[in-house]
T-cell receptor, first 110, second 114 residues
């Protein structure tokens, strides 16, 4: 069964304190793994797509990596404006839908 | 360019009434998704449209839910005889097509059934 598990559920960091969010997945043939950011009251905002193990993508303080079983979203020297819920999703080859994890709620304190 | 637009932003309805939620996808995007996000829950797939192909309705939770997409663009999600458990944020997303698989989401419609 295709599924996505994200950890931790919540993460509190001090400004400048780097950390990583985890996304473990089980999928019958991976078409892509996606990271989104969601602010309260808003829709998910697309961040990255990763297609194959070993691939990495970067954007400002965020870096996403992918292995055959999990993905990490590394946050380097976070700022309070990075506070949000980060969602991971996978899309299998043979299905039309994205399977989403429950998200990691990140809170960065100044 | 404009992103995915959903209306209304908020909808409060009485139990038993029908509601229609609208989604305007990004121009030129052939794929369209509806998802539901309940408080504290992950995103739940509802339905998928791709061009003129038959929609994938496998995520619709009951026959009270239906959706259509007119002219390969605007989509409407209809919920008949609403129940309190239908209260959630309904999110629409669009994607350029089969090979470009990123989906871009609208702001959502918050539905409250009282």
């Amino acid at each position: 069964e295709d599924q996505v598990t994200q950890s931790p559920e919540a993460l509190r960091l001090q400004e400048g304190e780097s950390s990583s969010l985890n996304c473990s997945y089980t999928v019958s043939g991976l078409r892509g793994l996606f990271w989104y950011r969601q602010d309260p009251g808003k829709g998910p905002e697309f961040l990255f797509t990763l297609y194959s193990a070993g691939e990495e993508k970067e954007k400002e303080r965020l870096k996403a990596t992918l292995t055959k079983k999990e993905s990490f979203l590394h946050i380097t020297a976070p700022k309070p404006e990075d506070s949000a819920t980060y969602l991971c999703a996978v899309r299998p080859y043979n299905f039309n839908k994205f399977y989403f994890g429950s998200g990691t709620k990140l809170n960065v304190k100044p | 360019g404009a992103g995915v637009s959903q209306s209304p932003s908020n909808k409060v309805t009485e139990k038993g009434k029908d509601v229609e939620l609208r989604c305007d996808p990004i121009s030129g995007h052939t794929a369209l998704y509806w998802y539901r996000q309940s408080l504290g829950q992950g995103l739940e797939f509802l339905i998928y449209f791709q061009g003129n192909s038959a929609p994938d309705k496998s995520g619709l939770p009951s026959d009270r839910f239906s959706a259509e997409r007119t002219g390969g663009s605007v989509s409407t999600l209809t919920i008949q005889r609403t129940q309190q458990e239908d209260s959630a944020v309904y999110l629409c997303a669009s994607s350029p097509g089969r090979t470009n698989t990123e989906a871009f989401f609208g702001q959502g419609t918050r539905l409250t059934v009282v």
